[in-house]
């Protein structure tokens, strides 16, 4: 009897070292921040794109989000927005579709499908709105701030230099378009629409 509770403490200590082997050999593929290894942001970004947001962040529609906020301005912020902290702004992640009506260096102007004017903001992608519209980073995943900023600026520069030229290459003026992006609101006063895009979408122009 005793070599048998032997014997099975044995096997119970076995696995429990197998089990904590293989959990640690997880753990240690993975440099996170605020590790003695160096974190690479750039690859962070790039999983955090196309792994993340583009299959787990759900827009809301332009003219859905606007015209809740014009009714419940507290329920839109509550339902779709995103902010850090105390503050009377958030950011939302939209979608819409729109035919372009200028095309400059820094993005687009279009006229959205209820008729309001909005600009894609294309060469200036820089702050915190796609990083914290998508919901998907935590400033309690980071060792501290600048950790926390670095993935924004990773994360805009991937969209800025990698995605969006691909992308916005053909729109041209009079182009219809649909597109998906962050925006940042205010409770106290509407801002001007500008979309930091993370996709563009386009289609034949218009005659």
Known sequence: ???????????????????????????????????????DFTAYADS????????????????????????????????????????NTAFFMVSDSGKVLDKTEEGFKVQASDGSILYLQTKFLFGNAIRDASKLVKLTDFKNNKEFNKVSEALNTLIREKVL???????????????????????????????????????????
């Open 165 to 207: 030229p691909k992308q916005s290459g053909e729109v041209q003026k009079g182009s219809n378009i649909w597109f998906r992006g962050a925006i940042k609101l205010s409770k106290k006063s509407k801002l001007e629409q500008i979309i930091y895009p993370i996709e563009i979408k386009s289609g034949k122009a218009l005659k």
């Open 48 to 87: 955090l794109y196309y792994q993340g947001i583009m299959k787990s962040s759900v827009p809301i529609p332009l003219s859905q989000l606007m015209d809740n906020y014009d009714h419940n301005v507290d329920s839109a912020f509550a339902k779709y927005g995103n902010r850090l902290g105390i503050g």
């Open 1 to 39: 009897m005793k070599k048998l509770y032997v014997t099975i403490l044995c096997v119970i200590l076995v696995g429990f070292l197998g089990y904590n082997a293989i959990y640690f050999k997880k753990l240690s593929e993975v440099s996170k921040p605020g590790s003695t290894s160096a974190f």
